[in-house]
């Protein structure tokens, strides 16, 4: 049987979630924004999003930086 991973078959920098991940300095200024949660564990070479999840929720600093989960640009 076929295995289809992610929305519509896409996988991640075409993944089709709907909102991207922004990595955010100290000054608010936005380093690197990746395409989903799973891209941006991948950058920083963890398994568990449970963190990550939170630190965008929160505002809290994780790894360094704020996080911030924000609607795709089409």
């Known amino acids: 049987f076929p295995v289809t991973i992610g929305m519509y078959g896409k996988t991640g920098e075409n ?15 936005v ?3 990746f395409v989903s949660v799973t891209e941006a564990k991948k950058f920083l070479k963890v398994k568990g999003h449970a ?8 505002g809290e600093k994780y790894r360094g ?3 911030n989960k924000t609607k795709r640009k089409n």
């Open 31 to 33: 380093i690197k924004e």
């Open 65 to 67: 930086y704020f996080w």
């Open 15 to 29: 993944a089709v979630n709907g909102q991207t991940v922004q990595m955010i300095n100290e000054e608010g200024t």
């Open 51 to 58: 963190s990550l999840y939170k630190a965008c929720k929160t």
